[in-house]
């Protein structure tokens, strides 16, 4: 039976195919030129559709990605891509598993090779298991230390929380639903994790309906005969299986927020003698979703805010003009860190801006005030300059990561995996360069004061959707460090957004303070600590 071909799209980098086999894997290749070619195999799972059941496997399952399958040892398959070289290897994300690699043209079928054991007949043998278990335990030992693999997880599982059950006892902590679910795979969860349990996982959601096979810089009939030949005797997804991926995936995310500060005081020095001590404070909303037009403004706030380090090597176009770096890291000395960052998902997101300082009770009594300021701020108004500025600084990070060409096979991968087909990136800078101050400021009071506000921008993309709120609208405050005592300041962390209009509920109840007492809404945070 012959594959039935969709049909092919054009972009500026040349045409992209996608080819569905008769088993519903879909194989999508871009023309590109160059020494080198990029291949991957992207599957529609991540631990967003972990239950409780199978919490951790989509860590695990990415740890083993190399260990023995039913047709070659872990030796074996090691030893086969050591001689190809290149660059290989396999990542979970909460929406994606991906295994990819960027090698010589000739040394694409000995990729496709070993991608095909590891996907189609993985063993998750106990041996190897208790292996990985060993050297994933070590690993979470060391997670305090590892702030940049810890507060983001910390962070997630705080905005997306379940209640615990009814009847539980007094005392027993929230759940976290879908994108909440943790990346890493928790020491409970660890211990108890089994082949058969990983199996299972394999079997439910490694099915080709589910799975996209992407390359870069080759024939697409080559890449589409490669498919078949590794994947096409995969068999087709069952009714029972069909039903199981229905009722996780119906679990859409439920934005919660809430306020958490974790004194690490008593914990020990790190090991490494070079790292820092210092109190780290996130402020998280939920934002627009990759398929909401604003998603482009929201893209853009996120270059104007910046931001970066005290100390940095670079010149022009490394951030050095950002607001977060021009208002914020240039003038408060005990700020050793601040970044806006945005967690863009499929049906919705998560906004964040962070900063790392001294632990202080002077550094602790200012950073939030700061921080807000800085929100507040993006909600009232935009420099010509710095949108042009920000538009620039965008649409050039955006042309230069695509230089990579395993970053363009991501790309491939993950856009055919979701929609189908690939949005080039000459039309991601044409809508970038339509964007108007107006619109960075409606989507930041659609994020910060939790509006709702339905895009006006309209693309002419038949798979836009406008993204509505799942939750509440009220932050999320996290807050890790040495805290001073009790009486530190960042244990009022919740009342101080609440002062400064942080939220919707405490946006709303600003909002008719003013308009009875007929100020201007624009504030100091110097003032807000006098209060």
Known sequence: MAPSRSKSTTSAAGALSVTTLPN?????????????????????????????????????TDRMAFKSTKGLSAADLVKQLEHVGGNVMAHSSREAMMYQAAIFHQDVPKVMSAFGHIIRDPLFKEDELNETREATRYELSQLAYRTDMLLPEALHGLAYQTPPPAGSPEGTLPGTNTLGNPLLISDEALESMTTEKLL???????????????????????????A???????????????QIQREVAA????????????????LPPSPNPDDMTLTHVHLAFESVAMTDPDVYALATLTSLMGGGGSFSAGGPGKGMYTRLYTQVLNRHSWVESCHLINYTYADTGLLAIQAAVLPDVQSHQQVAHVLAEQLLNMTTAVQDSELSRAKNQLKSNLLMSLESKIVELEDVGRQVLNHNRRLSVVEMCRRIDLLTQADLVRVARRVIFGETIQSPLDFGDDLAAHWTHTGTGEPT?????????????????????????????AALSSSADLAKSGRSGRRSWFSSLRK
Not at 33 to 58: I, K
Request: glycine content about 12%; aromatic content about 8%; hydrophobic content about 35%.
């Open 228 to 242: 078949e030949r590794e994947f096409g005797q995969i068999a087709p997804i069952t009714p029972e299986i069909a």
């Open 200 to 226: 299972d996982y394999h079997k439910t959601w490694y099915t080709p309906n589910r799975i996209v096979v992407a390359g870069v810089g080759m024939e697409h009939d080559s890449l589409v005969e490669m």
């Open 477 to 505: 405050a996290l807050v890790y460090g040495p805290l001073v005592g009790e009486r530190d300041p960042l244990h009022a962390i919740g009342d101080t957004l609440s002062r400064w209009g942080i939220g919707r509920s």
């Open 24 to 60: 519903g894997l879909r194989v999508a290749s871009q023309a590109s030129l160059g020494h080198f070619a990029a291949v991957g195999v992207y599957v529609d799972a991540g631990s967003r559709f972990e239950t409780p059941e199978t919490s951790g496997c989509s860590h695990l």
């Open 251 to 266: 679990q859409k995310p439920k934005y919660t927020g809430g306020i958490q500060v974790i004194d690490t005081s008593s």
